[in-house]
């Protein structure tokens, strides 16, 4: 498989404090890669660094930040927006706030097309029918003369992912695109967006805290925690073999129905995220991790478990087996 | 079978939504009809989506609106006929979000110590006591107690809001989404301390959420609304087993349990997104049921009670 | 935050800061009575200028009065305008917008219906209407700008107060079974204070440059007290020859209001972080 975003010893901070410190991570063509973790682990400032998005008193530095093989670091800012909603697209939590209330769906959608392909306005917004279909919004001829206030949650996720989707790019970033919805259209959205996936060979990079929607969406998963990824693999090895306490940990804290017994208490992560300062040293989890020892403070190897699968631990493959 | 503690007895709230001084006011259907029993010790869940009716059930039984029609009572007494602070006794909230829920500008020890300071005939130093208690049994350390909540985490925050919840020693505690904000492993957390401390006080527990997989865990019954009505109610295990209402099914279905290779379920609900101010004829559900017939969109069907709880599904009917 | 910011929130404070100090101890700062004439001795230049002298350190004025002492006065008729002005609409403006944004309902339709009825209220007309039925002194200027400037003070209050009602602590309190004034002056009041605090910067200066346009009109504080604004209106028959007589109390009023709107921005930055954080 072809790296399509390849992302090496990434490190973000905001004045002082370290958001993200050393994170790899490699998306290849046509695949979910689902990046996991619980506020504050930095998934979502990485895939702000990626877009070139962070705030002003944001600082990326990384070894490698490649996308299809064009240097990113090295892009200035007018470069990467030529990029940006056009080969690589984000979709974010919340649609109201990334919609502009002030003009009509389908006026938003066409001006992706006319900035970045100079289309007829026309043209675009037969286009911005024909993806609105694609996201399987009923009478799309309507809905482009609509503005957002009126429509759903649900719908407003699908205009966002239609409007992502408009120059056909080949790296979709999601950040917690579900959170904000209910099941049952969270599980309508979710659909869509694997069959999407499928069906364009998009490669999407999903951030979210839910492992339920990991385990359902993705290819591969990366686990996050205090600004590292501290465990990475298949999604079927990462489930069926989490190797670093704090997976596991977080796995055990998700109630299954029909799995725990009623009045069995779940499992849990006892104390908190550290704050992680420029200077801090080791692993991020050894505060709170069972297996912690002395030299869990000095620099942690990262372990392979055969190729798809690696850590970040000191303890050996046969010492964390379950 | 034991009398209950909560009785609800076919409750409805309607809200007037005005859009400006001068115009029309539209009512909003928020609870219609809801009717349910919670014997002590139990926990009830209440599952639903946005604008269901849950919160606003949630809020007529704390006191904190009035319904339009029905009745609450408590160990067989109307909710309308309590003082507000015998009523404090009886029945108290945790609410979802942390970070509203605390006022900002108050410690902790006067957070916690506020429904004892409503009650009067308590000594400060009993009330500073029965604080330092009921902080220990939230798991927080006293020095927490002289701490602003925005010197709190999340989590820190939620048990901050329990140990007020419990000082007054209530016997039920409405918990409206206690853990939607927080965390995974802070879920974890504060779902085991709640266990634990219903237990530990005998306290009963309304619960709402919308996360099915936390209300099986912490539920001895569950009743999902949809529209302000309840249309199902039975039993956790019976529920989550053999559920019959076609809105039920559609739920379970959605939830996502950590299991790869299931892919993502069909709800076979369609794109109608329900709406309390325009609640539709017949069944309520019937614009997004799979299985709907003719009839469902003509009449609106009636609760069918058996063994197994509670339906209200024109299918079920005739299948029984 | 920013470091410029704060550096606006610092100067803003001492300008203010030290206003209101000069006003306060106004008679043991002045260097001269403020009130005699000296006919001999008039429009001496300040200090800068050639023909000053060093006892008038910014000269005198068209009746030989010593400029100094009378800005320093003047200083003390500009903040006492300001604060009391402030205090009386704070008083009318909150009372109203928390009873309205807490009751909500018919209440509510009152205050709101008081608010709109104020905003189109002219306000300079009226302050000079009734001034000039009334007749001008220090107290009528207070006590009209006092009554007419409670407007913003309502808005704000009524809308926080609408905010706050909905949040869940309130919830918790009604819950713990605490009486209504609990609840109004313990969990609702405490908590729109910060944002009042920044109109009360805005209302302070508007009604500072509102005394000074009544007294430039001849309509505000009687002569002799020393106002900017009627200092101005004294100086500009002489403003060709002798410009400082406008200069010197102009410059003064701009610095002040410049100096309590920083503040006042500044004190919003600092409200904003402080909330989120």
């Known amino acids: ?322 | 079978m034991t009398a209950p503690l909560i009785e609800v007895r076919n409750l409805t709230r309607h809200f007037r939504v005005r859009a400006g001084m001068f115009s029309d006011a539209r009512p909003v259907i928020a609870v219609d009809g809801v009717s349910f029993a919670v014997p002590a010790g139990d926990v009830l869940g209440v599952v639903g989506e946005s604008g269901c009716g849950k919160s606003t059930l949630a809020r007529i039984i704390l006191g904190l609106l009035e319904p339009t029609s029905g009745d609450v009572l408590i160990d067989g007494k109307s909710l309308a006929g309590l003082d507000r602070r015998e009523r404090a006794r009886l029945i108290q909230p945790v609410f979802q979000d942390p970070y509203s829920s605390l006022n900002p500008r108050r410690r902790v020890r006067d957070v916690v110590g506020m429904p004892l300071m409503a009650q009067d005939g308590m000594s400060a130093a009993a009330a500073r006591k029965r604080v330092d208690e009921m902080l220990a049994r939230v798991g927080l350390d006293p020095v927490m107690a002289e701490r602003l909540p925005a010197e709190l985490s999340g989590g820190q925050r939620q048990r901050v809001a329990i140990a007020r919840a419990l000082v007054l020693h209530p016997r039920i505690v409405v918990c409206d989404e206690p853990t939607s904000a927080l965390d995974v492993s802070v879920q974890a957390q504060i779902l085991n301390l709640l266990s634990e401390l219903r237990r530990s006080f005998g306290l009963t527990y309304l619960f709402i959420s919308h996360n099915l997989a936390v209300v099986e865990h912490v539920a001895s019954e569950v009743a999902v609304m949809y529209l302000g009505r309840i249309v199902e109610q039975s039993a956790t295990q019976t529920l989550f087993h053999a559920p019959r209402h076609p809105y039920t099914k559609a739920l379970l279905a959605s939830v996502l349990t950590p299991e790869p290779g299931l892919g993502i379920p069909e709800t076979g609900l369609g794109d109608a997104m329900p709406d309390p101010a325009n609640i539709p004829p017949g069944c309520r559900f019937h614009p997004r049921c799979p299985v709907a017939i003719d009839r469902c969109s003509r009449e609106a069907p009636t609760p069918m009670h058996d063994r197994r709880g509670l339906v209200e599904c024109h299918l079920e009917g005739a299948a029984s | ?277």
């Open chain 3, 1 to 277: 935050m920013t470091g410029w910011r704060n550096w606006g929130l610092w100067l803003g404070a001492l300008i203010v800061g030290t206003t209101l100090l000069v006003g306060m101890f106004a008679p043991l700062l002045a260097p001269h009575d403020a009130f005699a004439f000296n006919l001999s001795n008039r429009l001496v230049p300040p200090f800068w200028m050639e023909g000053s002298k060093p006892e008038h350190f910014l000269g005198t004025d068209q009746l030989g009065r010593d400029y100094l002492s009378r800005l320093i006065y003047g200083a003390r008729i500009s903040m006492l305008i300001g604060v009391t002005t402030v205090i009386t609409s704070a008083i009318i403006g909150v009372t109203l917008g928390v009873i309205g944004g807490f009751f909500g309902g018919r209440i509510d339709d009152v205050v709101l219906f008081a608010i709109t009825a104020r905003l189109s209220i002219p306000l300079i007309l009226v302050a000079l209407a009734v001034v000039s039925l009334v007749g001008s002194s220090l107290t009528v200027v207070v006590m009209t700008l006092g009554l007419l400037l409670w407007e913003r003070f309502a808005v704000v209050a009524r809308v926080t107060t609408m905010q706050v009602r909905t949040l869940d602590y309130v919830a918790a309190a009604w819950s713990a079974g605490c009486s209504r004034s609990h609840i109004l002056f313990r969990e609702v009041l405490p908590n729109i204070l910060s944002p009042l605090a920044v109109v009360a910067t805005l209302e302070m200066a508007l009604a500072i440059l509102l005394e000074a346009a009544l007294s430039f009109l001849g309509l505000g504080v009687p002569p002799p007290l020393p106002s900017w604004g009627l200092m101005i209106a004294e100086g500009k028959e002489y403003m060709f020859f002798s410009p400082w007589v406008i200069m010197v109390p102009g410059l003064s009023l701009f610095v002040l209001v410049f100096g309590i709107n920083l503040l006042g921005d500044g004190l919003r930055d600092l409200l904003r972080t402080g909330r989120t954080a």
């Open chain 1, 1 to 322: 498989m072809t790296a399509l975003l390849e992302v090496r010893d990434l490190e973000i901070s905001f004045s002082g404090l370290s958001a993200v410190r050393g994170a790899s991570l490699t998306v290849a063509k046509g695949e979910t890669h689902c990046l996991v973790g619980e506020s504050g682990c930095g998934k979502s400032v990485t895939a702000l660094a990626v877009m070139g998005l962070l705030a002003r008193n944001g600082a990326r530095k990384a070894t490698a930040l490649r996308f299809d093989g064009t240097d990113l670091l090295g892009l200035d800012e007018r470069a990467m927006s030529r990029l940006r909603g056009n080969r690589m697209a984000m979709i974010f939590q919340e649609p109201m706030t990334s919609l502009n209330p002030a003009y009509t769906v389908g006026s938003q959608m066409a001006e992706v097309l006319r900035r970045h392909r100079g289309t007829t306005r026309t043209a675009a917004l037969d286009r911005a029918v024909e993806l609105l279909t694609l996201v399987r919004v009923t009478s799309p001829g309507l809905r482009i003369g609509q503005y957002p206030h009126q429509l759903s949650g649900g719908l407003r996720q699908r205009v966002m992912i239609a409007m992502a989707l408009m120059c056909d790019p080949e790296l979709l970033i999601a950040d917690e695109p579900t959170t904000a919805l209910d099941v049952t259209v969270q599980a309508q959205i979710l659909r869509l967006l694997a069959d999407l996936q499928k069906d364009l060979g998009l490669a999407v990079l999903l951030i979210t805290h839910d492992l339920g929607v990991v385990a359902r969406m993705a290819h591969r998963v990366s686990v996050m925690y205090a600004g590292e990824v501290v465990e990475s693999a298949t999604a079927a090895n990462l489930f069926a073999r989490p190797m670093h306490p704090y997976t596991r940990g977080l796995l055990a804290c998700v109630p299954v129905p029909g799995k725990i017994k009623p009045d069995q208490p779940l499992g849990s992560i006892p104390g908190m995220v550290p704050q992680i300062g420029r200077d801090f040293l080791g692993c991020g989890f050894r505060e709170r991790c069972g297996h912690a020892r002395p030299d869990c403070a000095g620099t942690i190897p990262r372990r392979a478990l055969g190729p798809d699968h690696d850590y970040l631990c000191q303890l050996e493959p046969d010492a964390t087996a379950p």
